[in-house]
């Protein structure tokens, strides 16, 4: 059995590659112009992976491909080498909320956890989102402050444009001369954590985020 390799975000980075090859393609454009589209989406695609096998670099490899049935059988092909996100138990995610006596927890049992980069879910009845994540081999995670706009706007997390909330957190930052001072950190995010995990294609503000609200 082939190890599995891809996480979520990078999945889902290869499918927005592949529809940028599509939507060229239906544009007749030149010939030349049209390879260099797929050659330049294989090098993003394969940059992500710098220390895949020779083999995994030939099943990443999308510069053959042609047709529409073709890529379609090369994202079921590549979907099958996902990696999961990381099982976790209600004591766990009780650990890490040790001061919040009352947290309500999510269904895992109804989570595709196949289709995460991160775990997240809301409280509305205290305007809490939660949000749970494997930051460099740990999971960790955080409360938010979560305020429904109702309204369409880019999300900080994805990128994408969506219905958003805003989200924030409280940090305490070192300095000696004011050991009071808070800091409050926060931005828009997806209002369903489900369409957020679904268009993610890079991780670099959420681990910022957790990084700087964790004071790691």
């Known amino acids: 059995m082939t190890e599995k390799f891809i996480k979520n975000e990078q999945l889902n980075f290869i499918k927005k590659q592949i529809k940028l090859i599509k939507d060229t393609t239906k544009k007749n454009v030149p010939q030349n112009v049209l390879m260099a589209t797929i050659d330049l989406a294989n090098a993003k695609i394969l940059d992500l992976f710098p220390n895949a096998s020779y083999d995994q670099q030939e099943m990443l490899d999308l510069s053959r491909l042609r047709t529409d049935d073709e890529y379609e059988e090369y994202i079921q092909r590549i979907s099958s080498l996902l990696l999961p996100f990381p099982q976790i138990t209600d004591q766990q995610l009780k650990k890490m909320f040790p001061k919040n006596k009352k947290l309500k927890l999510p269904d ?41 706009t109702s309204k369409y706007n880019y999300c900080s997390v994805c990128h994408c444009l969506g219905e958003v909330a805003y989200f924030s957190t409280v940090t305490k930052e070192k300095k000696a ?30 681990t910022t985020f957790l990084k700087n609200s964790l004071e790691i």
């Open 108 to 148: 895992l049992s109804k989570i595709d956890h196949s289709q995460l980069t991160y775990l997240s879910w809301n409280d509305l009845r205290s305007n809490k989102k939660f949000i749970v994540y494997e930051l460099e081999g740990t999971m960790v995670g955080i409360e938010c402050k979560f305020t429904p």
């Open 177 to 206: 001369k004011n050991p009071d001072y808070y800091k409050s950190i926060g931005n828009l995010i997806c209002a369903d954590s489900s369409e957020c995990n679904k268009k993610i294609t890079n991780v670099d503000y959420l």
